[in-house]
């Protein structure tokens, strides 16, 4: 109910879809945003953002020279848990978030870095490097704004934003020391940067960082089909194989020749036809 109200109150929702529509030009390219392209190409998250969201997305778009087009912004909404209420913010990306806030004529820098543990002392580190041997704490920033006697700054814990997911994951001292920056920024610049988010704020039960694009496209892949050969022996360690050496041929016969005495032998009265040829030979 309290979100149709604000829809009919918004001076920028018409009832000609042509009329909803709002032009505006960034370094020379026109962008077109309505109701219909936010909710189509422009939302994410798990719960549909209202005619509300919208149109405050694209008031911030057009004001601050964002095209979400091109990655500088996109607008996303998570259902509320635990009794809470829907939760709706604008992303931005780092470059667009840095070009707004170094717009401002006050800003004169900034520094940032991570908090570790390295022995039993807590460092404030610049950058984003650390030892193996350190455990990573957090990150800090610290923004100068002209006429200022001190710097803005943000310390952030890591356990509230690393959940071991997603690009956290693998660099965790560079995703740290975005979100404290950021927050500094923030801070420093409410009207700005202000209700504008990095990717690497959302925390990952909502989400996580931007939706990356596909890195493996689902394109058919040629397998190469197999020849099957034919299995072989089986050894095992404590068994060698058997082989069966071939038959040894038989002695040949001479053609034409019977078993029996040598008939030469018999003629000569060496042998006796009835006796067996080693007896006959023996006895003489």
Not at 166 to 191: C, N
């Amino acid at each position: 109910m309290e979100d149709n109200k604000q829809q009919n109150s918004s001076p920028l929702i018409l009832e000609d879809e042509e009329k909803k529509k709002t032009n505006y030009k960034v370094d020379g390219e026109e962008v077109v945003l309505s109701r219909t392209i936010v909710r189509k190409y422009l939302a994410r998250g798990d719960d549909a953002v209202t005619d509300a969201d919208i149109v405050q997305f694209i008031s911030l778009c057009r004001v601050n020279q964002l095209n979400p087009f091109v990655g500088d912004a996109y607008l996303v909404r998570y259902k509320g848990k635990d009794g809470r209420p829907a939760n709706t913010q604008m992303i931005i990306s780092k470059e667009a978030f840095m070009k707004r806030a170094e717009s401002d004529p006050r800003y004169k820098g900034y520094q940032a870095g991570v908090i570790i543990l390295h022995g039993s002392d807590i460092v404030e580190q610049e950058g984003s490097f650390f030892m193996r041997g350190d455990t990573l704490l957090g990150g800090w920033a610290k923004v100068y704004i002209e006429g200022r006697n001190f710097p803005i700054i943000s310390r952030v814990r890591i356990e509230e934003y690393n959940k071991g997911k997603s690009t956290w994951a693998g660099m965790p001292g560079t995703m740290i020391r975005k979100v404290a920056l950021a927050q500094a920024l923030r801070e420093a610049f409410p009207l700005r940067v202000g209700g504008m988010y990095l990717p690497e704020e959302m925390p990952d039960e909502q989400g996580g960082t931007a939706p990356a694009a596909i890195e493996n496209s689902e394109k058919p892949q040629f397998i190469p089909e197999k020849t099957i050969d034919p299995p072989a022996p089986e050894f095992t360690a404590d068994k060698e194989p058997e082989f069966t050496p071939d038959p040894e041929p038989a002695p040949e016969t001479a053609q034409g020749q019977e078993d029996g005495p040598d008939p030469a032998l018999v003629k000569a009265g060496l042998i006796d036809p009835e006796e067996n040829a080693e007896e006959s030979l023996f006895r003489l």
